[in-house]
């Protein structure tokens, strides 16, 4: 497989498994993770393929035009960096998956669980492998997203609901500040491209705006990493399921900031604020997280916090701005995944079987548990950085690089703290495996149920806790190739040499570490007498705190917007037309005010002026007759005939086709929400303020008129029409200008508006949903019992009409979308046509034998539009054109002819499903309602007179 398309499809596999898995919400739960492990391992089957090259020095890359102008390509690249984390990702994914399946309890929403976990597989990985920093930033924020759902996964639990927010809030905030950093870091560097900027770290450290820089693009890197004084976020995620949890920590998510410092190290690293700002940060969240997990007494709270410490030690090293820091930080990547993956995963098997995760409740565990005791106590000693395990190796290699370091000015401070940071992280891994698996039972009822699980719990994290016995082992055999060309890509130059062994002798390093494990032992034994003093310190609660600090913002943002915005929409309507019909005098007045032009005008047909008073005395009814819905209703519509009647005779026949359905639809829409409206509307303004809003909108108009009256007088030289006139075949294949602008030329642009209109019809879904219920629904009940109802509701006439006219307005319908391209016509146009058939239906034959008679759900027809307009564009980047890239190609068959296929067609059908599903969903929501509201009128009229 070319090296493009494999790193296509890396990136596309975990969304295109969410996107299947999301196709079957309602199949079992072994299709769901089977889909979900399918993708993973696919994915590291493909990143193996690539490792070796990768190793030896080759960077594969990718790369495709998004949106240059900006300098977004879709570019990709996989180098040591990237192959390391993207490893850690796949294959942690995938034991997270077969977990995932044991773990998860009958009745779970596995579908959206293990869609939603691709979603976030897919993000990493994008981040990882990205090769444009503005594509990075699109990734960023999908992990925040992504992590929002998965932390949120069990909604009825306030704790769950309240964690996702606070990630996200946080996570969210940093991401904004990442946003601007990378920004000016790309403005800086002249370039978006990664490879580029990395070339260019002397640039950057040299400009005048790099301090600004680093303090935005380090605040979105804390804030992911939970580094302090952002780390309170994170053990508040722990209301997610284990599974997540697990991934969450070992390979995603929190490593993301610890990756970006990693990838930007060559352009940030070396200068005096970065070293202090990192250490410093990355120090005291060591320190920090290590003190508080040494006395929280819920398993998952326990390894959050570790993972804190553990992030600050990694961010710690990253900033030493050393070569050698820099290897340990990598080599303590690969331990850290393994050991946190599993003890994790070993947490929830505890949780799974005991049904409870606090550590006071359990002890002696390894009696009912052995397996389960096994893997977890060398997950926890490799976390405690015990011999001969991984952790001991890359922990000894932290504390000797610490002296080489003066903080402050002092050369002991940071190998004191970090000794201290690492007793502390002995303590809660001793107190961790011993109080669990150890002594003898707290609790009867906890102990009676535990037992192991079956291998496909245990097997996951038997494997990882293999590897990281295997990485203290025999390090140099298993790790150091890709150790070695890791810290190469860190640094921008060839790794320093390292020799990964349990032993060096007799060093400042083995003596720190062992005053560490010393220290650690003394904690285990006076724990309970620590204990007590550390619960007698009224400590700060992060949560109270951050939410104090939410509902400050939320109180005086919404005492802003009420004195700046008062809660009037005429007021506001009046502000808006105010400050234009100021805009529009002063661009009078500067332009010199001289309105007309030198272009001569068309002489004024005798219909045309008698349109254009048709229209004027529409207006003036509208105004004098607006307390009359129906009339008013009927007064539009006359000036939306007369708009299309002017575009046809200006030669638009598309626009007045456009006008002139939209028109159609819009009035039988109205219709129906007049049904839900009450007779006589209240009297909104009072005569001064009719006449004050009369005299700006009167000045508005004219000023505006006049405006226009400029423009069309001045010859303004060459227009882009004229390049879509003489590309619109060539480049578009179509001859209808109008509809190659719409689905090649812009089709970005009409990309966005369908969506839009597909959110509107949610909108109007959820908003009308509650109409009949509660105070609103008593309102209805109330105006329809004012209604009087026609004794014959379904006219026979009007139903038979309605059922000859469908068949023929499809037709018409799919006349005008497939000559569209050439033609007047096209899908926006062919879906309002075919809505206004279904439109008739409901009218003439009501909603209950419209309904029962439909055959199709709005929300899928929304979907299914909007994925095969942005699959449309998707497919030109497999050609290597840009995205939404149209082609055509003529064809010949017998009897038919010579006729032209175009790929914009596809594109056109997305168009047709999202305007005509919007549009349906709003009719069948307005039918139900009015449905709806008249059974409960008649049911209430029955209770009142006894009936």
């Not at 045309?608 to 129906?630: E, F, Q």
């Not at 060459?718 to 390049?723: D, G, K, R, S, V």
């Not at 009409?801 to 469908?806: E, F, H, P, W, Y």
């Amino acid at each position: 497989m070319a090296i493009p398309l494999t790193l296509l499809t890396l990136v596309a596999l975990p969304f295109l498994a969410a996107l299947a898995i999301a196709l079957v919400t309602g199949a079992s739960r072994a299709v769901h993770s089977g889909i979900a492990g399918g993708a993973s391992a696919v994915g590291l089957a493909l990143l193996a393929t690539l490792a070796g090259p990768v190793i030896a020095g080759e960077v594969p890359t990718a790369r495709w035009d998004w949106v240059p102008t900006l300098g977004l390509d879709l570019a990709l690249m996989v180098d040591p960096l990237g192959l390391m984390f993207a490893g850690l990702i796949l294959g942690i994914g995938l034991l997270v998956v077969i977990f995932a399946h044991f773990y998860l309890y009958a009745g779970e929403a596995t579908g959206r669980f293990f869609a939603s976990l691709m979603l976030f597989q897919g993000a990493m990985l994008g981040i990882v492998i990205a090769g444009n920093v503005l594509l990075l930033l699109v990734f960023w924020e999908l992990t925040s997203l992504a992590s929002f759902l998965l932390i949120g996964f069990w909604q009825h639990k306030a704790e769950g609901r309240q964690g996702a927010r606070m990630a996200l809030a946080v996570t969210g905030g940093g991401g904004l500040a990442l946003i601007g950093g990378l920004l000016l870091l790309g403005v800086v560097a002249g370039s978006f491209d990664l490879a580029t900027i990395l070339e260019r770290g002397d640039i950057v450290r040299a400009s005048p705006h790099y301090p600004v820089l680093l303090g935005l693009i380090l605040l979105g890197c804390f804030t992911k990493s939970a580094q302090f004084p952002f780390h309170f976020w994170l053990p508040h995620a722990m209301a997610a399921p284990t599974p997540v949890s697990a991934y969450l920590h070992s390979a995603t998510m929190v490593k993301a900031g610890v990756f970006l410092l990693a990838r930007l190290w060559p352009v940030l690293a070396g200068t005096e604020a970065y070293t202090l700002i990192v250490t410093s940060v990355g120090l005291i969240t060591m320190i920090l997280g290590a003190g508080v997990a040494l006395f929280r007494h819920d398993l998952k709270s326990i390894l959050a916090y570790s993972t804190i410490s553990q992030l600050g030690m990694l961010v710690m090293l990253l900033g030493f701005s050393l070569k050698a820091a820099a290897l340990a930080a990598v080599l303590h990547i690969l331990n850290h995944a393994a050991f946190k993956a599993a003890l994790f995963m070993s947490a929830g098997i505890v949780e799974h079987e005991t049904g409870t995760r606090d550590i006071r409740r359990l002890g002696g565990l390894a009696k009912a548990m052995p397996i389960t005791a096994i893997i977890a106590t060398l997950a926890a000693a490799s976390m405690a950085g015990l011999p001969p395990l991984g952790g001991f190796i890359s922990k000894e290699l932290m504390l000797y690089e610490t002296p080489k370091v003066a903080l402050l000015g002092l050369p002991w401070l940071l190998p004191v703290l970090a000794t201290l940071g690492a007793t502390f992280s002995v303590g809660y891994s001793l107190r961790l495996a011993g109080h669990l698996f150890l002594g003898k039972p707290r609790e009867a009822e906890p102990f009676a149920r535990a037992h192991d699980p079956g291998a496909g719990m245990w097997g996951g994290p038997a494997l990882l806790t293999a590897l990281a016995v295997l990485l203290g082992l025999i390090p140099m055999a298993l790790a150091a190739p890709l150790v070695g060309a890791v810290t190469g890509a860190v640094t921008g130059a060839p790794a320093p040499e390292f020799d990964l062994a349990l032993w060096h002798g007799v060093n400042l390093a083995l003596v720190l570490s062992l005053i560490a494990v010393a220290g650690g032992a003394l904690l285990l034994w006076q724990h309970q007498t620590l204990l007590a003093l550390w619960e007698r310190v009224r400590w700060p609660d992060a949560k109270r705190m951050f939410e104090a600090t939410i509902a400050f913002a939320d109180r005086w943002t919404r005492k802003a917007i009420v004195a700046s915005h008062a809660p009037s929409l005429q007021n506001m309507l009046l502000a808006t037309f105010g400050v234009i019909v100021a805009l529009v005098i002063d661009g009078v007045v500067t332009g010199g005010g001289v309105l007309t032009g030198a272009r001569p005008g068309l002489p004024a047909s005798a219909p045309g002026i008698i349109a254009w008073v048709l229209m004027i005395a529409a207006t003036a009814a509208v105004v004098n007759d607006s307390r009359n819905r129906l009339r008013v209703l009927i007064y539009i519509s006359v000036i939306g005939l007369v708009i299309s009647l002017a575009f046809v005779q200006f030669s638009a026949p598309d626009l007045a086709l456009t006008q002139i359905s939209v028109e159609v639809v819009t009035i039988l829409l109205l219709l129906l929400a007049l049904n839900l409206l009450p007779k006589s509307p209240p009297l909104l303004s009072s005569a001064p303020r009719k006449w004050r809003d009369g005299a700006l909108a009167v000045a508005g108009g004219v000023l505006v008129g006049g405006i226009a009256w400029a423009m069309l007088t001045r010859d303004v030289g060459t227009t882009i029409a004229a390049y879509h006139l003489a590309n619109a075949k060539s480049g578009g294949g179509g001859t209808n200008v109008v509809n190659v602008i719409l689905v090649d030329f812009r089709a970005f642009d009409t990309l966005g508006e369908i969506i839009v209109l597909g959110v509107a019809g949610l909108g109007i879904f959820a908003l009308l949903d509650t109409a009949v219920v509660g105070a609103a629904g008593a309102r209805l009940r109330a105006w329809r019992m004012d209604t009087v109802l026609s004794p014959e509701r379904h006219p026979m006439m009007l139903v038979m009409a309605s059922r000859i006219v469908l068949p023929l307005t499809l037709t018409v319908g799919i006349f005008l979308f497939l000559r569209g391209h050439n033609q007047p016509g096209g899908g926006f146009i062919a879906a309002l046509v075919v809505a206004i058939a279904f439109l008739v239906q409901y009218l003439a034959a009501g909603f209950d034998w419209s309904d029962e008679r439909r055959r199709f759900s709005e929300h899928k027809m929304i979907a299914w539009g909007v994925l095969a307009a942005i699959a449309t564009g998707l497919g030109s980047l497999l050609f290597g054109a840009n995205f939404l890239t149209s082609t055509f190609e003529y064809f010949t068959l017998p009897l038919i002819g010579t006729f032209e296929l175009a790929s914009a067609m596809m594109f056109d059908i997305g168009v047709f499903l999202a305007v005509f599903g919007a549009v349906m969903l709003a009719l069948a929501k307005l039918s139900n309602i009015a449905q709806r509201a008249a059974r409960a009128t008649v049911e209430q009229h029955e209770r009142e007179t006894g009936a």
